[in-house]
C-alpha cells in the first residue's frame, strides 16, 4: 500500500504552460514538505507546509496544503525549461515508521523549450 | 562537513561480490536515513537511524542488505553477493529528526554486472 500517491506520474509541457501535480493520502501528516529532484543530484528541499488550509508561494510555485492535512498540491505558473526535474512530496509525522518521513513516488517533469 | 558526503560516488562490481556505500551525514545530525532509487523512479525507503534507538530496517529488501551506524555518525550499507537487480543510486539523508527536512548526499550509483 502506498501511503502517499503522486499524481500524474510524468509531466511533459511546452515552456510557458501551466501545471499542477497532486501528493494524496488517506493519512494525517502534521507537516508536508515537497523536493525537487534534478539528475545526478540529490533532492533538495522546496517548502514544507504545515497548516491545513496553507498556501505557501515560491516565486512561479504555489504550493496549498489541504485543510485535513491529507493532501497538497504544487501549481506551477508559466513554467521555464528548469524547472524540470523530478518532484517528490513527503508526509512528516506520520508516526514511528520510516523515519517520521514517507515520500510519494514522485512526478517526473519535463518543460520543453 | 557543510553537506552529507557520500562515497564512492560510483561503483561498478561484479554479481556475487559484496560493496560497503559510506554516509557521512551533516554533523548534529541525529536521524540518518537509506533510500535506493532506479533509474527515474522514485525513493524507495531502506533504513532508518535514530540517535541510539534501535534502526527502522523494514525496508531493507534481503537478508544481504545490511547497515550500520558508528557513533551516531558515519553510517555504512553493507550489500552481500550483490545482484544486478540490486544496480541503482543509493541516497542518503540525514536531518534533525522527527520528520524535518532531509539533506540528501549526491548519491552512489552502484551498477553490478
Known amino acids: 500500500t502506498q501511503l502517499l500517491e503522486q499524481s500524474p506520474q510524468f509531466l511533459s509541457i511546452q515552456e510557458g504552460e501551466n501545471l499542477t501535480v497532486y501528493c494524496n493520502s488517506s493519512?494525517?501528516?502534521?507537516?508536508l514538505q515537497w523536493y525537487r529532484q534534478e539528475p545526478g543530484e540529490g533532492p533538495v528541499l522546496l517548502v514544507t507546509?504545515?497548516?491545513?488550509?496553507e498556501v505557501k508561494k515560491l516565486k512561479r510555485l504555489t504550493f496549498q496544503f489541504g485543510d485535513a492535512r491529507k493532501d497538497s498540491s504544487l501549481h506551477i505558473t508559466a513554467a521555464q525549461t528548469g524547472d524540470t526535474g523530478l518532484y517528490l512530496c513527503?508526509?512528516?509525522?506520520?508516526?514511528?515508521?520510516?523515519?517520521?518521513?514517507?515520500f510519494g513516488k514522485g512526478t517526473k517533469l519535463s518543460v520543453k523549450p | 562537513g557543510a553537506g552529507v558526503s557520500q562515497s564512492p560516488s560510483n561503483k561498478v562490481t561484479e554479481k556475487g561480490k559484496d560493496v560497503e556505500l559510506r554516509c557521512d551525514p551533516i554533523?548534529?545530525?541525529?536521524?540518518l536515513y537509506w533510500y535506493r532509487q532506479s533509474l527515474g523512479q522514485g525513493l524507495e525507503f531502506l533504513i532508518y537511524?535514530?540517535?541510539?534507538?534501535?534502526?527502522?530496517k523494514s525496508g531493507l529488501p534481503s537478508d544481504r542488505f545490511s547497515a550500520e551506524r558508528t557513533g551516531g555518525s558515519v553510517s555504512t550499507l553493507t550489500i552481500q553477493r550483490t545482484q544486478q537487480e540490486d544496480s541503482a543510486v543509493y541516497l542518503c539523508?540525514?536531518?534533525?529528526?522527527?520528520?524535518?527536512?532531509?539533506?540528501f548526499g549526491q548519491g552512489t550509483r552502484l551498477t553490478v554486472v
Open positions: 539523508a540525514s536531518s534533525l529528526g522527527g520528520g524535518a527536512e532531509a539533506f
Open positions: 493519512s494525517v501528516f502534521s507537516s
Open positions: 537511524f535514530q540517535g541510539n534507538s534501535a534502526p527502522d
Open positions: 507546509v504545515v497548516t491545513g488550509g
Open positions: 513527503a508526509g512528516a509525522g506520520y508516526g514511528g515508521s520510516q523515519g517520521n518521513l514517507i
Open positions: 554533523s548534529g545530525h541525529t536521524a
